[in-house]
């Protein structure tokens, strides 16, 4: 078992930025692709990053490119997600996920976070 943990949400003016954190407990973090994700009401689940296991590649949807950057410390059992650039569509709950195996799809993920509420105002 893993437990994830996100923090760092809020509420932030659009062109702002906002640091997101998942802290992992349980079994070895360092063997796992993490990942974030995010939802608003009535839409599907949205892959935004991820990265692997070592740190080294990390990838990207097309609508954060160039504003988020994913990155991870595998001795203090944490990923997180600087957001720059906000705008309001980036408003969501995100998620943190843990897989063996590194991927956008949400199916992919064994463990998921309880989520961090994101609003950018306009």
């Known amino acids: 078992q893993v437990q994830l943990v996100e923090s760092g949400g809020g509420l932030v003016q659009a062109g702002g930025s906002l640091s997101l954190s998942c802290v992992a407990s349980?079994?070895?973090?360092?063997?796992?692709?993490m990942a974030w994700f995010r939802q608003t009401p009535g839409k599907e689940r949205e892959f935004v990053a991820a990265?692997?296991?070592?740190?080294?590649?990390?990838y990207y949807t097309d609508s954060v490119k160039g504003r988020f950057t994913v990155s991870r410390d595998n001795a203090k059992n944490t990923v997180y997600l600087q957001m720059n650039s906000l705008k309001p569509e980036d408003t969501a709950v995100y998620y943190c996920?843990?897989?063996?195996?590194?991927?956008?799809?949400?199916?992919?993920?064994?463990?998921w976070g309880q989520g961090t509420q994101v609003t950018v105002s306009s």
């Open positions: 349980g079994r070895t973090f360092s063997s796992y692709a």
């Open positions: 996920a843990a897989s063996i195996t590194l991927g956008p799809s949400g199916r992919e993920y064994d463990y």
């Open positions: 990265i692997s296991v070592s740190g080294n590649n990390a």
